[in-house]
């Protein structure tokens, strides 16, 4: 649920390897209904197949990467546009590093845009399984702890931001507490 800061607590493993961890940094400071909500909400990561998603996401676009690279080893310009004039497969891989952090810099608002979707649907199965307003209350402790996500720029948390900002997510469940 949350990425930095002392007080922390994840879903992980694969089949009966499967297990959610929490901080005791995170059970002392939380009340036992706020445990319960975040809780619910690495539940809800478990419910939607989170893991099994990431890891498939990553897969693909480790795939997408080597395509890539299969493709511009073919491609005299790919060499000559970087001062290289006789390509080789090792002069391809040293290019293909130098250029990476153009791909991954169009990769990465993607995959954090996809996280903080799943951060989504989490809240909204803690929401539903639990009292949101509980899952606001251990947010707002949690977010404390790490200030600086309190105030991220907007632009660069849409890009690089796996989770939504405090002040978005506590808005979206507030939300569910009116409906519900
Ligand atoms: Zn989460």
Not at 51 to 69: D, F, H, P, S
Not at 78 to 98: C, D, E, K
Not at 135 to 163: F, G, M, N, W
Request: proline share 4%.
């Amino acid at each position: 649920m949350e990425r930095t800061g002392s007080a922390n607590a994840y879903l992980t493993g694969f089949g009966n390897n499967k297990r959610i961890v929490f901080f005791d940094t995170l059970l002392d400071k939380l009340n036992t209904d706020e445990v319960i909500a975040v809780l619910a909400h690495e539940i809800g990561h478990f419910k939607h197949k989170h893991i099994q998603k990431r890891i498939v996401l990553l897969a693909t676009m480790t795939l997408g990467g080597l395509a890539l690279l299969g493709w511009l080893m073919q491609q005299d310009w790919f060499y000559n546009g970087l001062g290289i004039n006789t390509p080789s497969t090792y002069i391809a891989l040293l290019l293909f590093a130098l250029v990476l952090p153009v791909f991954t810099f169009f990769v990465q608002p993607i995959i954090a845009w996809i996280s903080r979707k799943y951060e989504f649907e989490a809240d909204d199965f803690a929401a539903e399984q639990s009292n949101p307003l509980m899952l606001i209350q251990a947010l707002v402790k949690l977010y404390r702890e790490s200030a600086s996500s309190l105030t991220q720029d907007p632009l660069y948390s849409a890009c690089y931001e796996t989770h939504p900002q405090a002040p978005v997510r506590v808005a979206y469940l507030s939300r569910k507490l009116s409906t519900s």
